[in-house]
């Protein structure tokens, strides 16, 4: 309960003092909530409008890019960078399924398996990364690089995480 509160005080912070009443509370909610969707209208335009800035043989970032939001490419990005820290392992082939064992350069212990469909290319880690933050992980990213596969597929792109996913966001006057 304390996080909760904690963030409907943040929320109103500097909007809301103990001595607003009814009145000033509900003109001062309206600004928070303008506020808010202000921010995430510059954030939207930003993403759609300003340029990243990624190396031309980095296919998958600079895909990544070209979808994603701002915030999520940069969290994509964050990701990207742990790459370089993993091996990959073919463990077995068949059915249509490949697995592979993602090792940890630095750390023998840390090791997840990456189950892939050689049909659809649809994957899961036993991370669960994608599955609870919608942002693939490094164990999969490492099997991607792996494959020589050079863009994100259609199906790890949520569409609330694309770049015009707030483009039809309706406010109301």
Known sequence: MTGRSEGIN???DGFVTHTSNFKEFVVKYENALSRIAKRKNDEDFESEHKF???NDHKFLLKHAGKMYTRNIFNKFKNEWSKVFHYKVENVRNGDGFQSFVVKSKDDELEKFEVTLNSHTYECKCECQQFEFVGI???HILKVFVR???DEILEHFILPRLRQ??????IFDS
């Open 10 to 12: 943040s929320f109103f």
């Open 147 to 149: 494959l020589d596969i």
């Open 52 to 54: 990243r800035i990624v």
């Open 164 to 169: 015009k996913a707030n483009k039809f966001r």
């Open 136 to 138: 693939l992980c490094a």
